[in-house]
Nanobody, 125 residues
């Protein structure tokens, strides 16, 4: 565990969709969580979505519920974030994160031990 690579960001019009991917290199410990965070321009990093690895239980921030869906592929150690009905306020750098200690879909940044470099998502109005 430890190396995470995000992809799938880009520029999209409001109402459009994007799918982010986060590939985790190496073998992942069973049961531990992964998550998506984002940092909008000029703002603090914020939680977006988390997924518990074994059963795929998810948790989302209120503003993305019903629009974003987090899934994972256990065989390829890849996490996805399907983002639909995008809004300009979703514009941010999106980061994926991996925990090696927490086995629930935590929204707390300090529960995550490894972070990707981030991918830019820009939603135009």
């Amino acid at each position: 565990q430890g190396q995470l690579v995000e992809s799938g960001g880009g520029l999209v019009q409001a109402g459009g969709s994007l799918r982010l991917s986060c590939a985790a290199s190496g073998r992942r410990p069973n049961d531990f969580a992964m998550a998506w965070f984002r940092q909008p321009p000029g703002k603090e990093r914020e939680f977006v979505a988390a997924i518990e690895w074994t059963y795929g239980i998810t948790y989302y921030r209120d503003s993305v519920k019903g629009r974003f869906t987090s899934t994972r592929d256990i065989d390829t150690n890849t996490m996805y974030l399907q983002m639909d009905s995008l809004k300009p306020e979703d514009t941010a750098v999106y980061y994926c994160a991996e925990s090696i200690t927490v086995d629930w879909a935590s929204s707390r940044a300090h529960d995550y031990d490894y972070w990707g470099e981030g991918t830019q998502v820009t939603v135009s109005s």
